[in-house]
C-alpha cells in the first residue's frame, strides 16, 4: 500500500505569490531528500497551488512535514491563502492518481478550511 497526500491553497493576494514560490522551491528540494517519498506533482490552476505526493508510508511524510523548510512555512499558510485544504488515502499503485481523481477525493473526504473555520 502507497500513503497519498494532495494539499491545495488559495491566495488571498497574488503578491503572496513571490513567497509562495521561494518556499514551494525549498520545499521542493526538502522533500526530494526526504526518506520513503515515492513521487510528487505540482501545479498551479484557478489561483490555487496544489500538492500531491506518494509516499511509502502515513509516517514519512509527517516526517517531511514536522521538519524543514515544509515545518518554517506552514504557519505562513493562515496570513497568505483564504482557503487550503488536505486529503491523504491509501492505494494499491505506486502510480500518482489524475488530477480529476485528486479534486474529487478532495470533495468527498478532504478537510478543507476557510477563514478559519473548516468547510465541506
Known amino acids: 500500500m502507497v500513503f497519498v497526500s494532495s494539499t491545495y491553497m488559495r491566495l488571498k493576494s497574488p503578491l503572496y505569490i513571490p513567497l509562495l514560490i521561494f518556499y514551494v ?36 511524510m509527517k516526517t517531511y512535514r514536522n521538519q524543514g523548510v515544509h515545518r518554517q512555512v506552514m504557519p505562513k499558510l493562515v496570513e497568505w491563502s483564504s482557503e487550503a485544504g488536505i486529503v491523504n488515502w491509501y492505494q494499491e499503485s505506486a502510480k500518482l492518481p489524475d488530477w480529476q481523481s485528486v479534486e474529487q477525493r478532495m470533495q468527498e473526504t478532504g478537510k478543507r478550511q476557510k477563514f478559519g473555520h473548516f468547510v465541506r
Open 25 to 60: 522551491l525549498r520545499a521542493m528540494l526538502q522533500i526530494e531528500r526526504a526518506s520513503g517519498k515515492l513521487n510528487t506533482r505540482y501545479r498551479w490552476v484557478d489561483g490555487e497551488f496544489w500538492t500531491l505526493s506518494l509516499w511509502q508510508d502515513e509516517a514519512s
